[in-house]
Nanobody, 125 residues
Framework: QVLLAESGGGLVQAGGSLTLSCIVS????????MGWFRQAPGKEREFVAA????????YYADSVKGRFTISRDDGSITTFLQINSLKPEDTAVYYC??????????????????WGQGTQVTVTS
């Protein structure tokens, strides 16, 4: 079983920054990639970024490229999402997820097996 716990959300003014963290515990040997998603009220869960468990370059949704950075070190239990130049439309619950699917980094929630409870990010104008 894999358990994920997000932290780092909060209330921030537009233009500000946040760093979200996702700590993974349990059976991590089968994890191939980590992803971040977000869900705003009344909207579907949306892909934000993904990275291989071994680290390396991230894969981003077009809407966040240049402002969001996903990172992790090989062997680390923590995956980060650095969010800069926050906008009110970034307001959402942010979730991290773990995938055992091998191959290209995935953007569909269906390709991820385990999820955290989420952390709220609220951006005021």
């Amino acid at each position: 079983q894999v358990l994920l716990a997000e932290s780092g959300g909060g209330l921030v003014q537009a233009g500000g920054s946040l760093t979200l963290s996702c700590i993974v515990s349990g059976w991590t040997h089968g994890i191939y990639a980590m992803g971040w998603f977000r869900q705003a009220p009344g909207k579907e869960r949306e892909f934000v970024a993904a990275i291989y468990w071994s680290g390396g370059l991230g894969y981003y949704a077009d809407s966040v490229k240049g402002r969001f950075t996903i990172s992790r070190d090989d062997g680390s239990i923590t995956t980060f999402l650095q969010i800069n130049s926050l906008k009110p439309e970034d307001t959402a619950v942010y979730y991290c997820a773990a995938s055992s699917s091998r191959g290209p980094l995935m953007a569909s929630p269906h390709d991820y097996d385990d999820w955290g409870q989420g952390t709220q990010v609220t951006v005021t104008s």
